[in-house]
């Protein structure tokens, strides 16, 4: 009597990639900006006791729940300095709230309470049932940045705040009363944007030592804009769009668990005009696994088990997904399609061990 156990294991690699063909360098750079909209505190919006005013901008047709970013201004700015960066983010799909300080001269620990403050903000938006994203925040998926003074903020906050997913540090300035080695020392992901001659903030002094201080087994990463200074990271349109595609990038593999995004922010296949001097990043993408997001939520149930000649399939979404069954050598020995309720026949191979490949979820097959 032949019987077949069957086991699920972890899916197979060279699968799981298969999906990142579609994110491209291209795709990336060629987009269809989505429309805009905007929540501000006399609409609604909560008024954070750490912070004064805030405009959050978000994209109108976006159905799935979205993830969230706050960004502060630096020294003696206000919010509508970083409502570039805002609004450029919120047309590729994300929440992006700007914020300003009590007080324009805070410093940057002040700054980083204001964004702790501002991400709380967020996660009440999605509970207020007035508000157009009433239950449409992702409050466990939201990120910081700033400029300046707000950078090293952003940077602060990920210390104080664990919850912190990722930040977003645009030429970034931290005083002498700050201990870079201690206070940087966070595990939150960070992309670290500077001009290579900045005068305000001068990358050996600020960006760079950003950069070194965080520890080295924090995804992390530099790009440093060629000829840029203080002010030039604020648009991320430099570089033709260079800047703000890398920083979406960023965001798409920290916010949204998206990691066919590393292999070009590693490589700095987003630099295409040479914009940037400088590209140091600690990424390693062979470490990484692919978000699958088609079939995340298809759950999969093979019975009878043990089994004879046959088992039958069923999963929870109605479709039909390939199949591919490997024997221990890596050879197919038997492929086709198969839909939920149908049955794949066994009978004709012998006892030994194989891999059934469904969709992109490996199942280990024994056969006696």
Not at 259 to 284: E, I
Request: charged share 15%.
């Amino acid at each position: 009597m032949k019987i077949t156990f069957l086991i699920i294991i972890l899916a197979l690699a060279q699968n799981a990639f298969a999906q990142c063909d579609s994110i491209t360098v291209k795709n990336v750079t060629y987009y269809t900006p989505l429309s805009l909209d905007s929540i501000v505190e006399s609409q609604g919006l909560r008024n954070g006791p750490d912070y004064q005013g805030a405009t959050l901008f978000f994209p109108v047709n976006e159905n799935n729940t979205m993830k969230s970013i706050v960004l502060v201004p630096g020294y003696q700015a206000t919010q509508t300095s970083v409502t570039s960066w805002a609004r450029y983010l919120a047309s590729r799909g994300f929440i992006a709230m700007t914020i300003g300080t009590n007080l324009l001269g805070d410093n940057p620990t002040l700054r980083a309470t204001a964004l702790i403050d501002g991400m709380e903000t967020i996660r009440k938006e999605n509970n207020r049932t007035a508000s157009p994203l009433f239950g449409r925040i992702d409050t466990n998926s939201i990120g910081v940045g700033g400029w300046s003074m707000g950078g090293g903020g952003a940077q602060l906050s990920a210390k104080m705040d664990t919850r912190v997913k990722v930040i977003l540090a645009i030429a970034p300035w931290l005083g002498r009363d700050i201990n870079f080695i201690s206070d940087l020392n966070h595990s939150t992901p960070v992309i670290i944007i500077s001009g290579q001659d900045d005068a305000i903030a001068p990358p050996e002094l600020h960006s760079d030592i950003h950069y070194t201080s965080t520890p080295n087994s924090t995804n992390k990463l530099l790009i440093e804009i060629s000829g840029g200074n203080h002010f030039t990271p604020l648009n991320p349109s430099t570089g033709k769009g260079d800047i703000g595609n890398t920083a979406y990038a960023w965001l798409k593999m920290y916010l949204e668990n998206d990691d066919c995004y590393c292999k070009m922010l590693k490589s700095d296949s987003l630099n295409q005009h040479s914009s940037t001097s400088k590209h140091l990043t600690t990424l390693d993408c062979s470490t990484l696994t692919v978000k699958n997001t088609e079939y995340s939520s298809l759950n999969v149930r093979l019975f009878p088990n043990p089994v004879l000649d046959e088992f039958t399939v069923e999963f929870s979404n109605p479709r039909q997904l390939d199949y591919i069954i490997y024997d221990l050598l890596g050879h197919q020995v038997k492929n086709g399609k198969v839909s939920s309720g149908k049955t794949i026949t066994m009978g004709d191979l012998p006892s030994n061990l194989y891999f059934l490949v469904l969709g992109q979820q490996a199942y280990k097959l024994l056969k006696n």
